[in-house]
């Protein structure tokens, strides 16, 4: 039975990516009209976009669960999509981003610069107003901008997905433009079990049992609480200290 459950599980996982690369590039038709003349600085068309991303995303994981290839339980998602909230969140796997925003649609996120190549992300990335993660003054304002319009901002600190031995070390720079831009700050600990989906592991390497998620939001952070006694460098390296203790001791 577990060799036969696990052979399920590799069919699924197999039909699962090649769904999700045959549907990215189907949706590209979809986002033409988004993609033909650039979304950037219209928040409405970008937040029609986000919505179309979202359900398509939630149409992939809806198929993971009844395949079997994996669950996630979520926890608090009415506290986030809020003006100005930055959201932070640890990354153990390949799949965070698109559980997240499957449900959290009109999340603005901060995304890896080579997606950009990838075909079947392409086309979401532009059309939604994703921001590419290029490490520069003008990446900065951007954020600036689009925490001060309004939107909820989506940022996976670390900067690259957790490694085998869980250790989670968080980039500044994130809470630095939290601290800087923000309304409000949001840790989201999403916890995964067994590990699945991890950088560099070819995707025919699934576990031996089902996956599980565990996505839950934590409390509200006042930037200006942080700020209050402290310049902005001391606050930022406490209060990254703070976000790392705290992913730490939820995803054990």
């Not at 939107?151 to 994130?174: N, V, Y």
Request: charged content about 25%; glycine content about 6%; hydrophobic content about 45%.
């Amino acid at each position: 039975m577990n060799r036969l459950d696990w052979l399920r599980r590799f069919m699924a996982t197999l039909f699962g990516f090649v769904l999700f690369g045959v549907a990215g590039l189907m949706f590209k038709i979809v986002l033409l009209p988004y993609t033909l003349r650039s979304t950037k600085g219209d928040i409405k068309r970008q937040l029609k976009a986000r919505r179309l991303v979202g359900r398509i995303w939630k149409v992939f994981v809806c198929y993971t669960q009844i395949s079997g290839v994996l669950d996630v339980k979520f926890d608090g998602l009415e506290k986030l999509g809020r003006p100005g909230q930055l959201v932070l969140a640890n990354h153990p796997s390949l799949l965070d981003v698109v559980l997240l925003i499957s449900h959290v649609s009109q999340l603005n996120c901060i995304v890896k610069k080579d997606l950009l190549n990838n075909p079947a992300m392409k086309s979401p990335i532009l059309a939604a107003g994703y921001i590419p993660n290029e490490e520069s003054m003008e990446m900065l304002d951007e954020v600036d901008a689009v925490l001060k319009s309004g939107q909820s901002l989506l940022i996976f600190p670390e900067g690259t997905r957790t490694k085998w031995d869980g250790k989670i070390k968080l980039h500044r720079g994130a809470v630095s433009m939290g601290l800087r831009s923000a309304m409000v700050i949001t840790p989201v600990c999403i916890k995964i079990s067994p590990p699945n989906f991890k950088k560099g592991q070819p995707w025919y390497k699934i576990p031996s049992r089902k996956v599980h998620y565990e996505i839950t939001v934590g409390e509200d952070i006042n930037p200006q609480d942080w700020l209050a006694e402290k310049p902005l460098p001391i606050a930022a390296r406490r209060l990254n200290d703070y976000l790392q203790d705290f992913f730490t001791r939820n995803t054990i």
